[in-house]
């Protein structure tokens, strides 16, 4: 590989170019370089590293999977303040491992990929940025799936004269004291910022479409005695970790294969909601009509006894329009507002990046989904787009646990890929469309009977068109099996003359 050190703004040519600096591409730079391929860069459009947990700082943020778990599998932290880490500590932990590893050096900051187009003639992709260009052998995507906000189609949503924003927006220079607020969503997302803001504003209003199913979340601080411990005897914290994943991969039991096991759980979450919300009316309101798991099981032991308090509204009539002073609902009442707080989630599997990425047809990711459907191979990579490995692509979620699972089997791939073409002097892989073919129709065929196919609720797993693109239809496990070897003989490998390569 010939590298020229055309150092524009940082930027050169590499070898292997990752877009993104979350979890997905700082874990990937830590992987490759371990593995001896240190020529790369990450490309980081924010000014700082974090990805998902550095958009996201909403009162309340946290995660909702142990943070054992939700770590680096090689960079346990003993450390964890508690069992569910809050946002700002995760992020800590991420910078951290960052430095210790050597990555921060690799990272631009403020480097925006606007193209990324792939030569055929020399077998590598050229990267656009919005600090000039470069090219880069083997792109990787760890751009995230949940980035861009995605707000609501109401009628007058610019017609607000008061102050809004979405949670992954958070205007922190913006006071909520005293204020009239209202939340739209209950996802997730809007169950951390409920608990949180509700103290501290005169009325709260939260707009309801659909009650999600809560569970608790069962969170403690750990003692210094438990931190000393976990330091001294690493064994402990895998087996902790061991534990919560498979504990959460039960979950996968009943909602792909035996949706009657949720029955048991159903019936628990009840039971907690009963105890949660003792008034029978916002009870009602606050009770699925789908089976758990269809959607993200919402896991909190402090939103839904926030209904219960007396500055707070649970509007489930619907929006019909958002006018200059509030939110107007389908029965024709005002509810008047100083701050609208859009928790209504992200446009799914829709980065930028997907649109910039131009392969083999002169085609983007974008356009050939848009035709053809959300689908990858392995969730990872996809016919005519050559050496690019996309991170959480699609149905790589597991639901409940931990987005570290895929993202690291997702790595692992990318680097025995990158093996396999050094073994036989290859310049690029693509995966062969009859592969991807054979594995989305056993995909589509196994999600069908599934709890998030047929748990009767609407949720962002499941598209318009009907296909599911999002989720894994079995247990993670078979995911990092599937993903422990790159198989040659799946893909067309091309070898470009030397003077052409990168
Ligand atoms: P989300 O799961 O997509 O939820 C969006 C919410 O907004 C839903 O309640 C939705 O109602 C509602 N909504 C959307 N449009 C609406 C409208 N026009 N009127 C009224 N309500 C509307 O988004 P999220 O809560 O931000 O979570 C997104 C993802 O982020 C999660 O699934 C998860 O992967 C991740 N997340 C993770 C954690 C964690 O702790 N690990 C925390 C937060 C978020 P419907 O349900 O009826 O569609």
Partial sequence: MVLEPRAENGLRDVRVAIVGAGFGGIGTAIRLREAGYDDLVILERDAGLGGTWWANTYPGCACDVAAHLYSFSFA?????????????????????VARER?????????????GARWDEDASHWRVETNRGEFSAQVLVSAAGGLTEPKLPLVPGLDSF?????????????HDLRGERVGVIGTGSTASQIVPEVQPHVERLTVFQRSPGWVLPRLDHP???????????????????????????????LGLVRRPRLLTGLERLALRYLERQVPDAQIRAKLTPDYRIGCKRVIISS????????????????????IVPD??????????????????????????????HVVGREGRSIREVWDEGGIRAYLGTVIPGFPNHFALLGPNTASGNNSALQPIEAQIGYAIDALRAMDARGATAVDVRPDVMERFDGEIQRRLAPTVWNNGGCHSWYVGPDGRNFTTWPAFANEY??????????EFELTSAPVAAAV
Avoid: C
């Fill in 302 to 321: 402090d939103f839904l006894k926030t209904f219960m308090e007396p500055n707070v509204d649970l509007v489930t009539d619907g929006i019909r329009e």
């Fill in 161 to 173: 004269t008061g102050t809004m924003f979405h949670s992954a927006r958070w205007d922190h220079g």
């Fill in 326 to 355: 509030g939110i107007v609902t389908r029965d024709g009442r005002k509810i008047e507002l100083d701050t609208i707080v859009f928790a209504t989630g992200f446009d799914v599997m829709n980065p930028p990046h997907y649109r």
């Fill in 222 to 252: 750990h003692s210094d005695f438990q931190k000393r411990l976990l330091r001294r005897y690493p064994v402990l914290q895998r087996a902790i970790r061991s534990a919560v994943y498979y504990n959460n991969e039960l979950l996968i």
């Fill in 480 to 489: 990092k099996r599937r993903l422990a070897r790159f198989d040659p003989a």
């Fill in 102 to 114: 050597g990555i921060e050096p690799l990272i631009r900051f403020g480097t925006e990929v606007t």
């Fill in 76 to 96: 346990l932290n003993p450390d964890w303040s508690r069992f569910f880490a809050p946002q700002a500590e995760i992020l800590d932990y991420l910078r951290r």
